[in-house]
């Protein structure tokens, strides 16, 4: 059974970083691609960073392109999200998700987690 664990939410202020990660198990992690999603309060879920089986491709939203760095340990079967310089809207639920393919859209991926909260305070 696949599983996924996110860890490192937390309250952050403002302009401040934390780092996300992701602990996976159940299938060989390296052969598939990770995403990462958040949801806010009243919002519908939205991509946030994805990196492909490899680690050869990743993509970000475009609103936190040049913030937030995505990385995955396969050794250690872990993806990450650094996020740094941390804005009130960025405050969210954080999932992690894995599939075939590093996509922007929740339908390519088929295992999910049960996510980790981020709070930005002003």
């Known amino acids: 059974q696949v599983q996924l664990v996110e860890s490192g939410g937390g309250l952050v202020q403002a302009g401040g970083s934390l780092r996300l990660s992701c602990a996976a198990s159940?299938?060989?992690?390296?052969?598939?691609?990770m995403g990462w999603f958040r949801q806010a309060p009243g919002k519908e879920r939205e991509f946030v960073a994805a990196?492909?089986?490899?680690?050869?491709?990743?993509y970000y939203a475009d609103s936190v392109k040049g913030r937030f760095t995505i990385s995955r340990d396969d050794a250690k079967n872990t993806v990450s999200l650094q996020m740094n310089s941390l804005k009130p809207e960025d405050t969210a639920v954080y999932y992690c998700?894995?599939?075939?393919?590093?996509?922007?859209?929740?339908?390519?991926?088929?295992?999910w987690g049960q996510g980790t909260q981020v709070t930005v305070s002003s």
């Open positions: 998700a894995t599939g075939r393919t590093a996509s922007r859209v929740e339908y390519e991926y088929d295992y």
């Open positions: 990196i492909s089986w490899s680690g050869g491709r990743t």
């Open positions: 159940g299938r060989t992690f390296s052969s598939y691609a």
